[in-house]
C-alpha cells in the first residue's frame, strides 16, 4: 500500500484536508511545551512520552 501523506481532520465542528509532514527538530521544545502545558496534572505520564523516541514521530499537520 502507498503512503500519501494527508487526511482530513475532523475535530470540534472544523473540517480540513490536511497534508502530514515531519516536524522540524527545531519546533520539539515548542510542542514539549505545550503538551506539558495541556497535560501538566499527569506529571508521571508527561515525562515518559517526552523522549527522543517519541519526538522523532511528531508530525506537523499542514492545511491543504
Given at each position: 500500500?502507498e503512503s500519501?501523506?494527508r487526511g482530513r481532520v475532523d475535530?470540534?465542528?472544523?473540517?480540513?484536508n490536511?497534508?502530514?509532514r515531519?516536524?522540524?527538530?527545531a519546533?520539539y521544545a515548542?510542542?514539549?511545551?505545550?503538551y506539558?502545558?495541556?497535560?501538566?496534572?499527569?506529571?508521571?505520564?508527561v515525562e515518559?512520552?517526552l523522549?527522543?523516541h517519541?519526538?522523532?514521530?511528531t508530525?506537523?499537520?499542514?492545511?491543504?
Amino acid at each position: 500500500m502507498e503512503s500519501r501523506h494527508r487526511g482530513r481532520v475532523d475535530a470540534g465542528g472544523v473540517q480540513q484536508n490536511v497534508a502530514f509532514r515531519e516536524a522540524d527538530p527545531a519546533e520539539y521544545a515548542a510542542v514539549d511545551t505545550a503538551y506539558r502545558e495541556k497535560y501538566c496534572r499527569y506529571t508521571t505520564i508527561v515525562e515518559h512520552v517526552l523522549t527522543d523516541h517519541a519526538r522523532i514521530s511528531t508530525l506537523r499537520l499542514e492545511p491543504r
